[in-house]
């Protein structure tokens, strides 16, 4: 392992992190979403991605690249943590804080999942059409 200025290579990754490959389902991907201590989206360029509203929607608090689609939706330390894209390091390094820093980790799932219910509830959304819907033929 090479050694990282950070002190991060006192932290060996290799039995926390596993690919699992195709899904069947999106429920099979919400159960790993509710297992996960971490989601990480880290992409150098992007729209929303629906991985992060999934993340999120699932409790699982996420590390995400200072993207500004992804500010539109997360503000850092209330519900997800930034990296500078391409930091490899501050990625590692926030990664690390929500895995240790159980405080941080329940209070940025417990705004995460309260973000998602005021922004992204489909079943919110749905009752909003249809109320609009009906003041137009009403």
Request: charged share 25%; net charge negative.
């Amino acid at each position: 392992m090479r050694s990282h200025p950070s002190g991060l290579d006192r932290y060996d990754a290799t039995e926390a992190v596993q690919y699992v490959g195709d899904l069947p389902d999106d429920y099979a991907i919400a159960d790993l979403y509710r297992l996960a201590d971490v989601a990480v989206s880290v992409p150098s360029s992007d729209g929303t991605p629906l991985s992060v509203l999934e993340s999120l929607a699932c409790g699982t608090p996420v590390v995400l690249s200072d993207l500004p689609a992804l500010r539109e939706w997360v503000q850092g330390q209330q519900e997800g943590l930034f990296a500078p894209v391409g930091d490899v390091q501050a990625v590692g390094t926030a990664i690390v804080r929500l895995v240790v820093d159980n405080t941080l980790r329940r209070e940025l799932r417990t705004n995460g999942l309260a973000l998602i219910r005021q922004r992204a509830d489909s079943r919110v959304w749905m009752a909003r059409a249809e109320e609009m819907y009906r003041g137009l033929i009403g």
